[in-house]
Structure formats: C-alpha cells, structure tokens
C-alpha cells in the first residue's frame, strides 16, 4: 500500500529586505514571521491528526528550515530531494518590474515564449521530475502521510497537471500562499488533489513573496 495521503507544504516568508528574485540563491532562509508561518503548517497538519512517516524537501536554505517544525513535532530528519527544488530563472538576483523589462531590451529576449517558459526551467520539466519524486516517495511509505517541503511553482505544476489546467499560466494567480498545504491522494496509482489549507493565512498581511517567477 502506498501512502495515505501526500502534503505538498511550500515554504514560509524569507527574508529578503532587498524584494529580490532569490530563485536556487544561497542564503536566503527563513525571516522571523517565516519560521512562524512553517511553525503553523506543522502545527496544522499534527491538528489533522495524520500519522506523517517520511519527511522530504528541497535542499535549498528556506525549504530545510520550514522542515525543521516537522522534525521536531514528528521526529523525522528531512531527506533533501533536489526533483523538490526552485526551477532555474535567468532573473534570480535581481528586482523585478514592468519598469525595469519595459526600459531594459536585453531583457525582451527571455520573454519571447512564455509557455515554456523561456526564462527558466521548462514547466514539462518541472512537473515531470516533481511526479517523479512525489510517486516516488509515496510508494516506499506504504502507510501513513508524506509530508515534502517544496516551492511555489513545482508544487502550482503537480496541482495544474493533476486537476487538467494548462501549464502556462499567469503566475499571480497561483493558490500556493506561503506555508500553504496542497494534499494528494494515490486512487488507482493516479494522484488526486484531496485538499488545499493556509494555516498561516494570518501571517501573511505584510509578507514579502516575490521569491520566483
């Protein structure tokens, strides 16, 4: 028997005064109000009830460190998958705006074909190796919950695949708000989305979260 039930769990507010594209950088963790953001999804899934017996996430700073209340509620060490990772984005590092595409034309080129997208990892890419992990990691459970820590985009691409939306997409609608829990269900070894929670919905007011595109 696979897992019970698989949370997609994205990562809480970093700190990130500048209000920069972070994309796979280092040293980007968590702020104050992000490690209580990871706090609350913990907290909310342990509410739950559910029995979690594996623990995964992406080995970048911020996704370790919102790991870190389920190890300790749930007495799991993290096993750090990098399918679970940020896509790649030519853009990481810097600030951006429509000001700042508008005025600058070297920038134009890796717009040209946003249903790839042309600026980072191509979204086929991303929802593939993100099933491949999530499979993964629910067939070796057998029993019990799968809890794995991830970003904004791979966990919007394994919602968008499992519910028939289209990949491209305009990236300020995505449901996936810091800390926000997607679950899954394996139904005849297909994945279906069985939930979508916030529990750290009143964290949020003044939270910076422009981390990727």
Request: glycine share 6%; aromatic share 8%; net charge positive.
């Amino acid at each position: 028997m696979p897992a019970d039930r698989i949370h997609l769990v994205r990562h809480g507010e970093v700190h990130n005064p500048e209000g920069v594209l972070y994309g796979r950088l280092p040293n980007f963790g968590l702020s104050v109000a992000g490690h209580k953001m990871a706090e609350a999804a913990a907290e909310d899934i342990k509410s739950q009830g559910r029995r979690i017996v594996a623990l995964y996430c992406s080995p970048l700073q911020r996704t370790r460190e919102s790991a870190r209340p389920f190890t300790r509620i749930f007495g799991l060490d993290p096993i750090a998958d990098e399918r679970f990772i940020e896509p790649t984005n030519v853009f990481q590092g810097r600030k951006m705006s429509l000001a700042q595409v508008a005025f600058k034309p070297n920038r134009w080129w890796h717009f040209r074909k946003p249903s790839r997208p042309s600026w980072g990892e191509p979204y086929e890419q991303v929802v593939a190796r993100m099933l491949e992990g999530v499979l993964e990691a629910a067939n070796a459970a057998h029993s019990g919950d799968v809890v794995i820590v991830s970003h904004q985009l791979p966990i919007w691409m394994v919602h968008s695949r499992v519910t028939g939306r289209p990949l491209p997409h305009n990236p300020t609608l995505r449901r996936c708000t810091l800390s926000s829990i997607t679950s899954f269900e394996l139904v005849d070894s297909k994945l279906v989305e069985v939930d979508y929670r916030e529990p750290a919905k009143k964290l949020q007011a003044n939270a910076i979260d422009v981390g990727a595109v």
